[in-house]
C-alpha cells in the first residue's frame, strides 16, 4: 500500500465516510443509548421507590436529581481527563463505573445508598456524554459532521424507548420490581464494554495532537482500521504546543460562546428533564397505572427520536443557529401544552411524544453547536463543562418541578391545575435557551469543526 504524506485528519474531513466509520457512529448511538437507559431507569422506577422507601414527591424529586449531580461532576472533571489521556481510554473505563453503578442500586437497601450509587453512577455517564460527542466529531468527514451528531444525539431517547418497553413488562401488577430495570441497565452496559474494546480505535484528531509515543503507528493503525491509507508522517504540531487546560475554553476568543452555550444547555435541561423524569410520576398519579406511565415514557422517547433524526436532516440545509432556536420556542409551545393535558392515555402518549420530539431536537441542536464552537484541543474539556455545569439544569428540574406540584396541591389546587401551570414554568426554560443563542457569536461555515474558531465571529 502507498504511504501518502498527507495530514489524516484532512483525510477524513475530506473523504467519504468508510464503512467502518459508519459503524463507529453507530457505536455512539448505542453509547447515548446506554445513558438513556441508565438515566430513565430510575423514572420509570419512580412510584416503586417512592412505595417502597415511603417518600413523597419532593423527595423523590431530590433521589431523581441524584445521578445527574455525578453527571454534572462526571462531565466537567473527566471531560479534561479525555482531552488529555485520549477517548478510548475513557469512553472504556465510563462504561465500567456505569456497570458496576447499575448493579449496584438493584441491591441498596436504604435510600441513602440509592442516592450515592446514582451519583456514582452519573459520575460515568456524565465522562461518557462528553467524550462521546468529541468521538462522533472527529470520526465523522465535514459534510455529514452535523447529521452524525444529531444521530449519535436520537440514541438518547432510543435508550428510553428500551427502558419504556421493558418498563412495561417489569412493572406490570404481579412482575418483578424496581431493582430489575437496573439490573437490566447492568447488562446493556457491560455488553458494550468488549464491543468498544474491539471496534473504536482511538481518535486520529486526538493522537495527532497530543503525538504520544509511537503516534505515527498509532495513527496509521487506526486510519487502516477505519477504512483509510496510512500516512507517511504526521503534518502536524507538536505535542507541545497543544497543551490543553480548562481555562483555554475561557480565553478571549471562546469565553463568550462558552458561557451562552452553557446558559442555553442549562435552561433546556430543566425543560427536557422535566419532561423525562416527572412524564411517568404524573401519569401514575392521574390514576393511570405504572405499566401505562411506562409506555407513556416510551411515546415521549419515540417522539425524541423522530425530533433529532428530522434536526439532522434539516441542519444540512437551514442555518444551524436559527433552526435550533425555532426548535427550542416550540419546545416551550410543545410542553406547556403536553400540561393541559386530560388524564387519558391516549392524549397523554401523543402530547408526550409531541413534547419529546421538539424537546430533543433541540437538545441535538445545542450539541451540535458545541461540535463547532470548541475546536479540537479543548473538544471534550469545553463539551464537558457545557454538559457539566448546564446539567445543574436537570438536577434542578425534578426537584424543582416535585417541589412546585407539592407546593400546588398543599395549597388546595386541584391536580389538573398544578400540572399546567408546572408545565408553563418549567416550559418557558426553553424560551430562555433560545435568548442565549440569539447572542451567540456564531456563523456557519463549511469548514472543519477541528479549525480553531472558523465558525466564531469576533464581538466587537
Known amino acids: 500500500m502507498t504511504q501518502l504524506a498527507v495530514d489524516p485528519r484532512t483525510r477524513i474531513d475530506e473523504s467519504p465516510m468508510t464503512w467502518m466509520q459508519v459503524v463507529i457512529v453507530t457505536i455512539t448511538v448505542l453509547f447515548s443509548a446506554v445513558d438513556g437507559f441508565d438515566v430513565l431507569a430510575i423514572s420509570v ?23 445527574l449531580l455525578g453527571m454534572a461532576l462526571g462531565s466537567i472533571v473527566l471531560g479534561g481527563v479525555a482531552d488529555k489521556i485520549g477517548r478510548r481510554k475513557m469512553v472504556l473505563g465510563c462504561l465500567a463505573v456505569m456497570t458496576s453503578g447499575m448493579w449496584l442500586v438493584a441491591h ?3 435510600i441513602e445508598m440509592l442516592c450515592a450509587w446514582r451519583v456514582y453512577t452519573g459520575l460515568g455517564i456524565g465522562g461518557l456524554l462528553s ?14 459532521r452535523g447529521l452524525c451528531i444529531s444521530l449519535m444525539v436520537i440514541g438518547y431517547p432510543l435508550g428510553g424507548i428500551i427502558c419504556g418497553l421493558i418498563g412495561s413488562v417489569v412493572l406490570e401488577p404481579g412482575a418483578v420490581n424496581w431493582r430489575d430495570m437496573f439490573l437490566a441497565g447492568a447488562v446493556i452496559s457491560v455488553v458494550m464494554i468488549p464491543f468498544s474494546a474491539l471496534l473504536l480505535p482511538e481518535s486520529v484528531e486526538w493522537l495527532c495532537r497530543v503525538q504520544p509515543q509511537q503516534a505515527l503507528a498509532r495513527v496509521n493503525q487506526a486510519l487502516i482500521k477505519i477504512g483509510h491509507a496510512p500516512v507517511q508522517a504526521l503534518a502536524c504540531k507538536p505535542a507541545a504546543e497543544h497543551k490543553t487546560s480548562i481555562l483555554d475554553i475561557f480565553s478571549r476568543k471562546l469565553l463568550v460562546a462558552t458561557l451562552l452555550m452553557t446558559l442555553a444547555y442549562l435552561f433546556q435541561m430543566i425543560t427536557f428533564y422535566y419532561v423525562l423524569k416527572w412524564t411517568p410520576t404524573i401519569v401514575v398519579q392521574m390514576g393511570i397505572g405504572a405499566a401505562s406511565a411506562a409506555g407513556v415514557l416510551f411515546w415521549v422517547n419515540v417522539g425524541g427520536v423522530l425530533g433529532g433524526l428530522l434536526f439532522g436532516l434539516l441542519s444540512q440545509k437551514i442555518g444551524l443557529k436559527p433552526l435550533t432556536m425555532a426548535i427550542l420556542v416550540l419546545t416551550s409551545g410543545a410542553v406547556t401544552l403536553f400540561g393541559r393535558a386530560e388524564p387519558q392515555l391516549a392524549q397523554l402518549s401523543i402530547l408526550a411524544a409531541l413534547a419529546g420530539f421538539f424537546a430533543n431536537a433541540g437538545v441535538s441542536g445545542i450539541y451540535t453547536l458545541v461540535a463547532y464552537v470548541f475546536p479540537t484541543h479543548v473538544r471534550a474539556t469545553g463539551t464537558g463543562f457545557v454538559i457539566g ?8 428540574a425534578p ?7 407539592q407546593q400546588g396541591l398543599d395549597d388546595g389546587s386541584g391536580l389538573t391545575e398544578v400540572l ?13 435557551a433560545a435568548a442565549a443563542l440569539l447572542f451567540l457569536p456564531y456563523h456557519q461555515r463549511a469548514d472543519s469543526a477541528r479549525q480553531s474558531q472558523a465558525e466564531l465571529v469576533e464581538t466587537v
Request: proline share 0%.
Open 399 to 405: 426537584w424543582l418541578a416535585g417541589i412546585l406540584m
Open 45 to 67: 422506577s419512580g412510584s416503586g421507590i417512592m412505595a417502597e422507601f415511603g417518600l413523597v414527591r419532593s423527595g423523590l424529586g431530590a433521589v431523581l436529581s441524584m445521578e
Open 389 to 396: 455545569v448546564g446539567r445543574a439544569g436537570a438536577i434542578i
Open 131 to 144: 467524550t462521546t460527542n468529541a468521538v462522533v466529531a472527529e470520526f465523522s468527514n465535514k459534510k455529514q
Open 108 to 110: 441498596v437497601e436504604s
Open 420 to 432: 399546567s401551570y408546572v408545565a408553563l414554568l418549567m416550559g418557558l426554560c426553553s424560551l430562555l
